[in-house]
């Protein structure tokens, strides 16, 4: 994980392949937020969970929301004080499967200025 410059948060490359863009969804930066961690703790396979959550909600017309996606996903990691990635509830088939993301992936980051999106960075 990085330590941004005040006003920056942390982005990886992998994001924006992955389905990331600028400004960052205000549900994403929400979910973050309520997890009590760093965007950049997000691995980029939680970028693809959350896309793919995000259009397949979208699509059926349901609300998207805070209280919809943790009823769906649970938030694990990958080790202690590490990275962050959703996975669906045992009772919730939402994606069948989800390439691991390419190695190397951490020292692809880059600085973003938060343009007050509200992005938590601790």
């Known amino acids: 994980m ?3 410059p005040p ?8 994001y924006f392949s992955n389905g990331f863009s600028l400004p960052p969804n205000a549900l994403l930066v929400e979910i973050v937020r309520s997890l ?3 965007f950049s703790q997000l691995t980029p396979n939680a970028i693809i969970v959350f896309t793919c959550f995000h259009r397949r909600v ?14 769906l996903f649970s938030a694990r990691c990958t080790g202690p004080c590490s990275y962050i990635y959703f ?3 045992l009772d919730c ?4 499967r989800i390439r691991s993301p390419r190695g190397g992936w951490k020292s692809n980051f880059l600085y973003v200025r938060d343009r007050g999106w509200g992005v938590p960075t601790t």
Not at 7 to 14: E, G, R
Not at 58 to 71: E, G
Not at 93 to 96: A, V, W, Y
Request: hydrophobic content about 35%; charged content about 15%.
């Open 36 to 38: 009590g961690v760093s």
């Open 87 to 89: 996975q669906p509830r």
């Open 7 to 14: 006003l920056y948060f942390t982005t990886y490359l992998d």
């Open 58 to 71: 979208s699509q059926i017309r349901l609300p998207v929301t805070l209280d919809l996606f943790h009823a």
């Open 2 to 4: 990085c330590h941004e």
């Open 93 to 96: 088939k939402f994606l069948s």
